[in-house]
């Protein structure tokens, strides 16, 4: 719920760009206690369908990531209130957090540089 309609648009926007200039393909998955359904995303979408917004838990996350080790990177968008999660010695995929806004970003920027790179929108 911490995570607006227009932060998630302007996230998707980001996303699309990345299909347009030539990755081939982004699996999308939302989360928020729990994984959801990961979709393939092989070309820019104007649409998102929205799901969960319930509490967040990025645990399920990084064991899928440890389990489908076909992934070269993850990018996750959040507001950082959540544990951090514990990440396996085993799990090379590269991560981006992207926090929701600049005060996210001040406040939980630290925790998430351990596992990877950290920006906001």
């Known amino acids: 719920g911490s995570i607006t309609t227009s932060t998630l648009e302007d996230f ?20 928020d206690a729990a994984l959801g359904e ?8 104007k649409e998102i369908t929205v799901t969960g917004r319930g ?3 990025f645990q399920p996350v990084f064991d899928y990531i440890l389990d489908h080790t076909e992934y070269d990177g993850l990018i996750i968008l ?7 999660p514990i990440v396996s010695k085993k799990q ?7 926090c929701k806004d600049k005060e996210s970003f001040e406040a939980y920027h630290e925790w998430m540089e351990q ?4 920006c906001y929108l």
Do not use: K
């Open 12 to 31: 998707y926007s980001a996303v699309n760009r990345l299909l347009r200039y030539g990755v081939a393909q982004i699996d999308s998955c939302q989360f």
């Open 38 to 45: 990961v979709e393939p995303m092989l070309r820019s979408s």
């Open 55 to 57: 509490g967040t838990d």
């Open 78 to 84: 959040t507001d950082g209130q959540a544990p951090p």
């Open 92 to 98: 090379h995929t590269h991560i981006l957090w992207v």
């Open 115 to 118: 596992t990877g790179r950290c």
